[in-house]
């Protein structure tokens, strides 16, 4: 940072305290979902906004049921591969879905995913979210 801007917040702006929450995921547990096949751990929750953050460890051959998406969902593939009807995301790879999609997911591989929703999905043949 510059001298000027420094100057410039000096006394002004000051961090704040416990502002971030640091996350260690390898220290988590992983838990299980009401959807068979796949376990969570979650990283961030806010039920009164339905906001979750999570990673998503797929056992082979899991089939997530058909469901919709009321906003957009993001995705990022850690290990292995998922897929639906429009494609397929490897490692490495993000996808995200539009407000309003429907559509059934399936890893025949398995896979480990971090998810970010900021409303839960609604499933047609169980209750929503995991």
Known sequence: MSTVTETRLKGKLEPTINGSTYVKPAELEWKP???KGIQIKVLYEDPSKGE???LLKWEPGTILPFHRHPEIEQ???VEGSFYDHDGIARA???TWR???SLHETR???GCIILAVYRKPNVFFDVDSGF
Do not use: A, I, R
């Open 33 to 35: 979902t009401k959807h």
């Open 52 to 54: 979750l953050t999570c």
């Open 75 to 77: 995705t990022y593939v």
């Open 92 to 94: 490495g790879e993000y």
């Open 98 to 100: 539009k407000p309003g």
């Open 107 to 109: 890893s025949d591989e």
